[in-house]
Nanobody
Framework: QVQLVESGGGLVQPGGSLRLSCAAS????????MGWYRRAPGKQRELVAVITSGGNTNYADSVKGRFTISRDNAKNTVYLQMNSLKPEDTAVYYC???????????????WGQGTQVTVSS
């Protein structure tokens, strides 16, 4: 039983900032990669940012220089700091985690329920 819960979404004006959080809970041995995805109306889901347990990061070209992903391994939590937000950033943002469990060993991806981010004046 593993759950991912996102928080921090909301309505913000262009140029504003938001910080998203995603906390994983349940029977977890370790989490390798954690990432943020988003789905805008009429568009396919896309990767926004990903971070490994070792701290390596990767970002979509559209958010480079504006968004920063980070994680607290002790808390099984990943964050997404979003600055200089644009209307085209409007989407439902989803947390994803690659989770390892033991007794017996297993590994699979889990998804959060999503949090709405709306950038509008």
């Amino acid at each position: 039983q593993v759950q991912l819960v996102e928080s921090g979404g909301g309505l913000v004006q262009p140029g504003g900032s938001l910080r998203l959080s995603c906390a994983a809970s349940g029977s977890i041995f370790s989490i390798s990669a954690m990432g943020w995805y988003r789905r805008a109306p009429g568009k396919q889901r896309e990767l926004v940012a990903v971070i490994t347990s070792g701290g390596n990061t990767n970002y979509a070209d559209s958010v480079k220089g504006r968004f920063t992903i980070s994680r607290d391994n002790a808390k099984n939590t990943v964050y997404l700091q979003m600055n200089s937000l644009k209307p085209e950033d409007t989407a439902v943002y989803y947390c994803n985690a690659d989770v390892v469990r033991v007794g017996p060993v297993s590994r699979r991806n889990y998804w959060g329920q999503g949090t709405q981010v709306t950038v509008s004046s």
